[in-house]
């Protein structure tokens, strides 16, 4: 958690910086420099996690549309406007902040047939190394495993 909100204090700290841009020349060698900067914090944000299997996914996906919103202030993406792209990277770091403040609740991992889950919230982790009527891993709520 402390990792992630060190993290997304420098996001903002960035695109506060890039909006102070707006309408002003900026010269090719800050244009590059930024660019290699928030492409850097964009691939710092993977530590933590991908979409949906981490609990401070949406800290990389904070990260991701940082990037973008300099991608499209520096005029790399038009199809785009840039009040839509701070839009939509405020709406992820507040979600990114919801998850640093929030206590990800435990879980345990079981091996049991696929199909049905075997308990009540828990989601079938997919794995390259499966075989057909071998028994498959289910991520489940701690408080929902009845043994």
């Known amino acids: 958690k402390d990792a992630a909100g ?5 996001l903002d700290t960035e695109v506060k910086r890039i909006s102070g841009m707006a309408g002003v020349s900026v010269d090719g060698a800050t244009i590059a420099a930024t660019s290699r900067k928030l492409g850097g ?9 991908t979409t949906f299997t981490s609990p401070l996914d949406k800290c990389r996906s904070a990260g991701i549309y940082a990037r973008m919103y300099w991608d499209v202030m520096a005029g790399f993406i038009t199809t785009e406007t840039p009040a839509k792209a701070l839009a939509t990277y405020r709406e992820n770091a507040r979600w990114c902040r919801e998850q640093i403040a929030t206590q990800p609740k435990p879980t345990v991992t079981i091996k049991a047939a696929a199909g049905k889950p075997p308990f009540q919230g828990c989601l079938r982790v997919l794995s390259l190394d499966e075989q057909p009527g071998q028994a498959v891993s289910w991520s489940c709520p701690k408080a929902n495993v009845k043994l």
């Open 6 to 10: 060190r993290y997304i204090q420098t």
């Open 41 to 49: 914090l964009k691939q710092q944000g993977e530590q933590f996690g």
